[in-house]
């Protein structure tokens, strides 16, 4: 039974590209989170999905980042232009149910480094 | 602002003691209030969690008190074990949003 699947594992990219990270929920889980991990802030919730719509994006820092879940089984945090300040650890999760009470199933996460 | 606070970055025990790891938070709004603990080069997955209505949830080792007077929460891991070494981050969920603390990295020492 395969846990939230994300891709890349590790990302390195120079300052200026454009870095797309992907993630597969849980089937049959109908919440999906994306989460930023920095050694200064810890565990940030960045956007949060119920049912493929975006309901609270309020964690997303500024307009260089996007996220889309176009079906329930697939969805994309963008960041572009990258910047070394975006270097972090980017974690999804998937839920059954809405909202952050229920728990939360996380993916290994990606690691960005931008150069 | 940190709306959670975990204020010891690391602890390390004895095998076999008790190990206390301690969440502050600043908003009375939370009303549950979750631990997951996380492994290197893994995602954190969920331990245990208490409402408000309650100050203490045990499951089996692990045991969370809840002092809503003070905002503060603690877990209890009693006897540690080596296989416990691991980040511990406190997780508060509020309305839409999901606030983690900075975790507290436990070693236990065999």
């Known amino acids: 039974d395969a846990g939230v699947i994300q891709s890349p594992r590790h990302e390195v990219t120079e300052m200026g590209q454009e870095v797309t990270l992907r993630c597969k929920p849980i089937s049959g889980h109908n919440s999906l989170f994306w989460y930023r991990q920095t050694m200064m802030r810890g565990l940030e919730l960045l956007i949060y999905?119920?049912?493929?719509?975006?309901?609270?994006d309020s964690g997303m820092p500024e307009d260089r980042f996007s996220a889309k879940m176009p079906n329930a089984s697939f969805s994309t945090l963008k960041i572009q232009p990258s910047e070394p300040r975006d270097s972090a650890v980017y974690f999804c999760?998937?839920?059954?149910?809405?909202?952050?009470?229920?728990?939360?199933?996380f993916g290994p996460g990606t690691r960005l480094t931008v150069l | 602002d940190q709306q959670v606070k975990q204020n010891s970055p690391s602890l390390s025990v004895q095998e076999g003691r008790i190990s206390i790891l301690n969440c502050d938070y600043t908003?009375?709004?939370?009303?549950?209030f979750l631990w997951y603990k996380k492994y290197p080069a893994e995602g954190p997955t969920f331990l245990i969690s208490i409402s408000s209505i309650k100050d203490k949830n045990e499951d089996g080792r692990f045991t969370v008190f809840l002092n809503k007077s003070a905002k503060h929460l603690s877990l209890h891991i009693v006897p540690s074990q080596p296989g416990d070494s691991a980040v511990y981050f406190c997780?508060?969920?509020?309305?839409?949003?999901?606030?983690f603390g900075t975790g507290t990295s436990l070693t236990v020492i065999p």
């Open positions: 999760a998937s839920s059954l149910g809405q909202g952050p009470l229920n728990e939360q199933f």
């Open positions: 999905f119920n049912n493929n719509v975006p309901i609270d």
């Open positions: 908003n009375s709004m939370f009303d549950y």
């Open positions: 997780a508060l969920p509020a309305g839409n949003q999901f606030y």
